[in-house]
């Protein structure tokens, strides 16, 4: 079994963090567990570090890049494809709940953020991933049968691991990307048709910014002539503008659709995991500055009623 640890906590002054994430796995102590600890800093030289647990940390000493989310993901890439980790844990500073559907669409994987535990049966070889859901009420029980991203919830517990018998290996990583430039934003977008929420080719998934009961009604109209399936986030259901069954995300369905368009939706991680496996986004929202946007294919930044105005009117002509 080899797990990969990212972080970005400061693993030189304390690695309290890192015996906090290693607590939380199952059967640690087995001598097949591999565990690397993944990290970027660039003037670390000293090959003497020790981490509790930890067989190597891989220190990537030439990353530049001032987009923490890009660039912990082109590490963890470059890092997965050298090494191909069974799982990815993430324990970073505050932005767990960005970057684990963020890692995930990149190596287009499963993800779960805020796990309880993670169990490993050895004779089995079946991976368990246990999480909180339905707002904390019910544990669920999730069988990995590939690679997946997760992060673990918070613990002010006081947690103790066993102490390694041999002090950890460093691996100076000289790894370099260029930067890349803004992406342009795109109008276009395929129709496809679709059955029902399960096979569905073609989903529309509807956020709070869509703005009322009225507006969904539009998106509705909408989809029937393009052949979607309409569904929102849970802002939207909360508010009773579509039924509980049509609810996309960690606590409702996740999709998998050919296309899948959001309408007002924020990007907020729980509504991420449920679409991160779509092979196409495109989002519509008015904020410019709308996480969606982080992870969309494409992005328009228009109100989405002149868009689909637009798209009928062409449809005319």
């Keep these: ?3 990969a ?3 970005n906590h400061d693993i030189f002054t304390s690695t309290k963090e890192i015996d906090s994430v290693l607590s939380k796995i199952s059967l640690i102590n087995s001598s097949e567990n591999k565990i690397d600890l993944i990290y970027i800093n660039n003037g670390f030289k000293d090959s003497s570090l020790s981490v509790n647990m930890i067989n190597q940390i891989f220190i ?4 530049n890049d001032k987009n923490l989310l890009r660039s912990l ?3 963890a890439i470059d890092y997965n494809e050298n090494h191909n980790p069974d799982l990815f844990i993430i324990s970073l500073k505050d932005s767990n709940d960005d970057f684990v559907p963020f890692l995930a669409s990149k190596l287009s994987i499963e993800s779960y953020l805020n796990c309880e535990s993670f169990n490993y049966n050895y004779k089995t070889k079946r991976k368990t991933i246990i999480k909180p ?4 009420n019910v544990l669920g ?3 990995l049968n590939n690679q997946a991203v997760i992060s673990f919830s918070l613990d002010a517990r006081r947690l103790v691991t066993k102490k390694t018998k041999s002090k950890s290996k460093i691996m100076f ?10 992406i342009k934003i795109s109008k276009s977008f395929e129709i496809i048709e679709s059955n029902g929420i399960k096979d569905a080719k073609f ?6 910014g869509v703005g009322s009961q009225e507006n969904i009604n539009l998106v509705k109209e909408y989809a029937k002539k393009v052949g979607a399936v309409v569904c929102g986030t849970k802002k939207v259901i909360d508010l009773g503008w579509l039924p509980m069954n049509l609810l996309i995300g960690s606590t409702g369905q996740l999709i998998s659709p050919d296309l899948c368009l959001t309408i007002g939706v924020s990007g907020a991680a729980p509504l991420l995991n449920g679409i991160i496996k779509s092979k196409k986004i495109i989002a519509i929202n008015k904020d410019k500055d709308a996480r969606i946007f982080n992870y969309a294919d494409y992005g328009i930044t228009e109100d989405f009623k002149d868009v689909i105005f637009k798209e009928q009117t062409n449809e005319k002509q």
Excluded at 133 to 136: A, E, Q
Excluded at 173 to 182: A, G, W
């Design 1 to 3: 079994m080899k797990i």
């Design 5 to 7: 640890i990212l972080t």
């Design 60 to 63: 990537y000493n030439k990353i």
């Design 73 to 75: 993901s082109m590490v």
């Design 133 to 136: 859901v339905y707002g904390g």
């Design 141 to 143: 029980h999730y069988t």
């Design 173 to 182: 990583v000289d790894y370099t990307y260029d930067i890349p430039k803004d």
């Design 203 to 208: 989903v529309i998934v509807c956020g709070y």
